[in-house]
C-alpha cells in the first residue's frame, strides 16, 4: 500500500491545530476598545483615528500617517498625492490584488505592467526602466505575499527619472527591507488593514509618508475635515472645505479601536509567526521540488507578518509533476493547500476591452499617446508564476510538534512523486485569480 494518504495511507496531519491559524488575535482588550467607541456613539468621529495615525507613524517611524476606510482607498488617495493624473502612466506588476493598478484609472492614468521576480515573487527591478516614459509618474511595488521588494534599485531607477514610489504594503506590515521596515522607503506607503491582512483591524486602510506635500493632497482627496487651514501647500487651499477628489474615505472607528489595540500586539506576534514559519522551511530545506518563499538568511530582511504564506515549487525536481497534483497530494495529508497565486493582471478583459467612463475606447487608453496594452505572451514570467507557487499553512505560533506534522506533509509527497505522476493530468491553462486569497485556514481537508 502507498504511504500517501491520496492512495489510502495514513494522514501526515493528525494533531488538533486548535487556534494555531487563528487570526487576528482577538482578547477582551479589543473588545472593550469597540465597546467603548460604539456606547458612546463615536462610530463616525475622528478622534480614535487620529490617535491610531500617530501611534501609527510612530510604530513606522514617518512622519505621517493617515488612516481611510480601505487598503484601496489608500492606494487611490496615494496616487494623487504622487500628482498621478490625465494622461499619466504608472508601473506596476501584473501579478498583485487589482487594487495596486486599477485606481489609477479614474484619475484618467494608465497602468503600464511589468515582470515579477521568479523567487521573490515581487516587482522585478530589472525590468522597470525601460518602461519609463515620458508620462510616467510613479512605479506602484508591492511587498507581495510578505515578501519585500529590493527596494534599493527601485530607488536608484526612480531617483533617477524624477519619478515616485509608491509601496503597497498590504500583504508586509513589519516586513524589513536591510533592516528598515517597509513602508516609508519609498515616497508614499499605502496598505490594508482588512481583517485577513497581516495588520488585521477590520475594513481599514492606511497611508504613510515622511513628504508633506504628498500628505496633503492624499489627505484633502477624500478626508473632507481635514480639508482646512492646517493644509499648507498653496494650489490646494482655495478649495478647502469640500474632498478634493469629491471621495469620502474615512475610516470607520471601530476599526481605528482594533487597530490601536492590534499595533499595541503587532510586534510581538509578528515575531511569533516568523518563528513558527522559519521553522517549517527550515524543515523542508533541500527537500526536492519544494523552494521557501522568503528573504536570504542574512540579508536583514524579513517576512513581516507572513501574509497568505505561499511557497515556490521546482516542478523539474519532480521529473515535471504538476503544482496541481502536488497540491492535490498534499491537501490529501490533512494539509488543504492550493496551486497559485493572484493572475496577472494584464490578461483581464478589463485591462484590454473596457470603456469604463465613455471615452469610446477602452479606458486602458483612453487618454494615452500609444497602445499601452499588453497581450498575452508579453510579459512570461508573470503568466507563468501561477505553475510555480502554492499556499503554505500559516502558522501563527510556533508550535514545533504541529508544524512537523505539516512539513512531513510536503516531504512525504515529495519523496513519494513517482506515484503521482502516472495520473497527473497537468495543470488547467491558467491558476490562481482575480480575487485575493481565501483567509481562512486549513482551506480543504
Ligand atoms: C488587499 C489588498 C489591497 C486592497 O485593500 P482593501 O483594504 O481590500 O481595499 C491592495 N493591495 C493589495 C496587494 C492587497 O492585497
Given amino acids: ?24 488575535i482577538i482578547t477582551d482588550e479589543d473588545e472593550q476598545a469597540v465597546l467603548d467607541v460604539l456606547r458612546r456613539g463615536g462610530m ?16 513606522q517611524g514617518s512622519k505621517y500617517a493617515l488612516g481611510m476606510c480601505n487598503g484601496t482607498a489608500a492606494l487611490h488617495s ?15 506588476p501584473s501579478v498583485t490584488y487589482w487594487a495596486s493598478a486599477l485606481p489609477a484609472f479614474s484619475l484618467g492614468a494608465t497602468v503600464v505592467f511589468c515582470e515579477s521576480d521568479p523567487v521573490s515573487l515581487c516587482i522585478d527591478p530589472n525590468d522597470i526602466e525601460h518602461r519609463i516614459t515620458e508620462r510616467t509618474k510613479a512605479i506602484v511595488v508591492v511587498h507581495y505575499l510578505g515578501h519585500p521588494c529590493d527596494m534599493d534599485p ?68 477624500g478626508l473632507y475635515e481635514r480639508f482646512n ?44 509567526i516568523q518563528k513558527g514559519m522559519n521553522y517549517f522551511w527550515d524543515l523542508l530545506e533541500g ?13 536583514n530582511s524579513t517576512m513581516g ?18 503544482v496541481t497534483r502536488f497540491c492535490q497530494a498534499v491537501s490529501a495529508e490533512a494539509c488543504g493547500i492550493s496551486p497559485g497565486c493572484n493572475s496577472a493582471l494584464h490578461l483581464h478583459p478589463l485591462l484590454n476591452h473596457a470603456d469604463i467612463y465613455g471615452h469610446g475606447k477602452p479606458t486602458r487608453i483612453a487618454n494615452s499617446n500609444r497602445d499601452v496594452r499588453q497581450p498575452e505572451g508579453s510579459l512570461p514570467v508573470s503568466e507563468g508564476i501561477g505553475k510555480l ?17 505539516y512539513a512531513n506533509a510536503f516531504k512525504k509527497v515529495s519523496a513519494n512523486y513517482l506515484e503521482l505522476l502516472a495520473e497527473d493530468q497537468g495543470n488547467p491553462p491558467r491558476l490562481g485569480g482575480w480575487h485575493f486569497f481565501q483567509h481562512t485556514w486549513p482551506a480543504t481537508k
Fill in 229 to 272: 487651514d492646517s493644509i499648507e501647500t498653496p494650489d490646494l487651499r482655495p478649495f478647502k472645505g469640500l474632498p478634493m477628489g469629491g471621495y469620502k474615505y474615512r475610516m470607520h472607528q471601530l476599526s481605528s479601536a482594533v487597530g490601536r489595540v492590534q499595533l499595541k500586539y503587532y510586534d510581538e506576534r509578528v515575531e511569533e
Fill in 1 to 24: 500500500m502507498s504511504e500517501l494518504a491520496l492512495f489510502g495511507g495514513p494522514k501526515a496531519v493528525t494533531k488538533d491545530p486548535a487556534d494555531i491559524f487563528t487570526w487576528p
Fill in 305 to 322: 507578518g507572513w501574509y497568505a504564506a505561499h511557497g515556490r515549487y521546482a516542478p523539474e525536481e519532480l521529473d515535471g509533476l504538476s
Fill in 287 to 299: 527537500v526536492p521540488g519544494v523552494k521557501s518563499h522568503r528573504p536570504a538568511n542574512d540579508s
Fill in 78 to 92: 496615494a496616487m494623487f498625492g504622487c500628482k498621478v493624473g490625465v494622461g499619466d502612466e504608472i508601473i506596476c
Fill in 44 to 59: 463616525s468621529g475622528s478622534d480614535v483615528t487620529m490617535q491610531f495615525e500617530k501611534e501609527y507613524a510612530e510604530w
Fill in 154 to 221: 527601485i530607488m536608484e531607477i526612480a531617483r533617477k527619472h524624477n519619478i515616485k514610489v509608491i509601496e503597497d504594503v498590504s500583504h508586509a506590515q513589519g516586513a524589513l527591507y536591510k533592516g528598515r521596515l517597509v513602508g516609508a522607503i519609498g515616497d508614499v506607503g499605502a496598505m490594508s488593514c482588512m481583517s485577513g491582512k497581516s495588520l488585521a483591524i477590520g475594513e481599514a486602510g492606511i497611508l504613510v509618508t515622511n513628504d508633506q506635500e504628498i500628505y496633503e493632497r492624499a489627505a484633502v482627496f
Fill in 389 to 405: 507557487v502554492y499556499s503554505i499553512p500559516w502558522f501563527k505560533h510556533c508550535r514545533p510538534d504541529v508544524i512537523e506534522e
